[in-house]
């Protein structure tokens, strides 16, 4: 086995980390739909989707590395980071099942891409504004794909919520789970004020105001009522996660920490 | 070396014109308009500017390996990736759609000053019988770039490609 690596990141790096680990995080759950969604559109829809993520967080952890300067590569950061280094946010973490050891819930995984998408476009479109040029030319090219992966995911909680009895019952019960998560999505903290001080991109806490109308007249669409604020704050991106990354990271680390430098 | 300085450039550009995307092979990676500049470098080497399609494209390490064949027998390459400004299909050449079209992919309409609604797609023309009665079957299809529709006249099944 190889030794973890242990990362020195300032304000700069950790509000980039924030970005990259989510998209990383997220592309992992997304992939394990590979082969077992609904419907075959909807199996090619979430790989794809997870492929674009992946890309975005590759470009991301690259641009990580170059800014903690001990030389880490994108493959290191992903692979060799143990679980408190991991900064992404507990929405992008939770498993596809809304009960343990069930597969894939097909109304939480759209209403999770909503929720997390509609946030990404928003984070995206203030963040080509970014004084860090790299990471503005990252977010100009993931703006456009987030806009597509919104409006596909707002396609879904409508048809969903807005659809059965079952199917709707199924929505409300993902709504239930993931609402308290959202939350951390708007919990501005020093990183943020870092960045918002300097230019590098929005306290996060700014977003809430905008991602919450955009939510708000889909979940209306849907039929399904907005719930009140949650009381409950995730704290996954200051690296105390919940108990589903551990796991998460077991699987997507296992082979390159066995076998270090196998390539294909 | 062969040449001078602006006709191993221009003989540069001719070359990769008959690099084919490795995903939609019937159009080339300079239609596709992802060769963003092409330069002779003080040191003799020829510097290609390339810029990717999506940020998960597969298919971005073959084209800066296809590219570096292709411009091998000139001398020395170097490729060097570009983020901004972000690729945008109005840069795909009109030779380009019409060779998309040609090979049975719907190309993208104009999204300058704006990216059409993902919902207003369910009205791509069909590439074989020019009707605009199709419908969208998947928002997502074979390539990250493309979706799947149907036409209802002409029946026939074609993939688009997607404006962004």
Partial sequence: MVA??????????????????TCLVWSHRLSEWCGHAPVLEE?????????????????LLTHAG???GQGFDEDQLAYLRDERDYLNVTLAELPNALVAGARGDFALTVLRNFFLSAWMLALWRALERSSDAELAAIAGKAAKESR????????????????????????????????????????????DAAAAATGLGPAWDALREGWLADVQAVLAE?????????????????????????????VMQVLPRSYPGGVW | MIGTMASRVDEAW??????????????????LGIV?????????????????????????????????????????????????????TDWISDDGRRKLRDYGIAPPGRCAGGAQPVRV?????????????????????????????????????FEHFKAI
């Fill in chain 2, 121 to 157: 797609m369910s009205r791509v023309p069909c590439p074989r019988c020019g009707s605009e009665r199709t419908e969208r079957l998947s928002a997502f299809g074979a390539t990250a770039c493309k979706s799947l529709h149907r036409c209802i006249d002409c029946r026939e099944p």
């Fill in chain 2, 14 to 31: 001719r070359r990769l014109a008959d690099v084919p995307d490795p995903e939609v092979p019937a159009i080339s990676v300079v239609d």
């Fill in chain 1, 222 to 250: 849907a039929t399904l009522p907005l719930p009140p604020a949650p009381a409950w704050r995730g704290d996954a991106k200051r690296g105390r996660h919940s108990e589903h990354l551990g796991p998460l990271l077991a």
């Fill in chain 1, 148 to 191: 597509y992966h919104r409006e596909h995911a707002a396609d879904w909680v409508v048809r969903l919520g807005d659809g059965t009895d079952e199917s709707h019952r199924r929505m409300s019960a993902a709504l239930d789970r993931l609402w308290p998560c959202t939350s951390e999505l708007f919990d501005a903290d020093e990183v």
């Fill in chain 2, 36 to 88: 963003r500049a092409l330069a002779e470098a003080d040191d003799g080497a020829i510097e290609v500017t390339l810029t990717p399609t999506y940020s998960g494209c597969p298919a971005t390490e073959v084209i800066e390996a296809s590219v570096r064949d292709a411009l091998a027998p000139l001398g020395p390459v170097r490729t060097r990736l570009q983020r901004a400004p972000a690729w945008t």
């Fill in chain 1, 66 to 68: 170059r800014l903690e």
């Fill in chain 1, 4 to 21: 973890s690596i242990a990362l020195k990141p300032d304000a700069h790096t950790r509000y980039v980390l924030r970005l990259a680990d």
């Fill in chain 1, 43 to 59: 199996d090619i829809a979430l790989a794809n989707q997870a492929l674009d993520l992946l890309g975005q967080a590759r470009a």
